[in-house]
C-alpha cells in the first residue's frame, strides 16, 4: 500500500520559514513527478510546486521566489522549503505523487495524495 505522509507544518509568523517534509512509502517515486498542492479554507485547491524525476522543478506565480521543492530519492523524500511567509500562505498543504507521467499542474494527475498537513501564518 503506498502511503505519503506530510510533516513539518504549524504556526509561523508573516516573514517566517517552514520546511515540509512528504516521506513516502509502498513504492519509490524516483522516477515519477511529485508536486505539493494546497487548499486554503473555502478556496479550491491548487498547485504550489512540482518536480519532474528528471529534477526539474515548476511553480505556482505566487510561490516562486520563496519556495523551493527539492526531493531525497534514496530516502523516497520530497521536501517544501518555505521562506518570506504570507498570510496568504495559510492552508492545508499536500504531498501529492504520480504513477504515470501527467500534467505537472493538475490535480487529477496525481494518484497518490498524503493526508496534508497544516501550515497558519500569522500577521
Known amino acids: 500500500q503506498v502511503q505519503l505522509v506530510e510533516s513539518g507544518g504549524g504556526l509561523v509568523q508573516a516573514g517566517g520559514s517552514l520546511r515540509l517534509s512528504c516521506a513516502a512509502s509502498?513504492?519509490?517515486?524516483?522516477?515519477?513527478?511529485m508536486g505539493w498542492f494546497r487548499r486554503a479554507s473555502g478556496k479550491e485547491r491548487e498547485f504550489v510546486a512540482a518536480?519532474?524525476?528528471?529534477?526539474?522543478?515548476y511553480y505556482a506565480g505566487s510561490v516562486k521566489g520563496r519556495f523551493t521543492i527539492s526531493r531525497d530519492s534514496a530516502e523516497n523524500t520530497v521536501y517544501l522549503q518555505m521562506n518570506s511567509l504570507k498570510p496568504e500562505d495559510t492552508a492545508v498543504y499536500y504531498c501529492?505523487?504520480?504513477?504515470?507521467?501527467?500534467?505537472?499542474?493538475?490535480?487529477?494527475?496525481?494518484?497518490?495524495w498524503g493526508q496534508g498537513t497544516q501550515v497558519t501564518v500569522s500577521s
Open positions: 509502498g513504492r519509490t517515486f524516483s522516477t515519477n513527478h
Open positions: 501529492a505523487g504520480q504513477g504515470s507521467a501527467g500534467s505537472l499542474w493538475s490535480a487529477s494527475a496525481y494518484d497518490y
Open positions: 518536480m519532474t524525476w528528471t529534477r526539474n522543478t
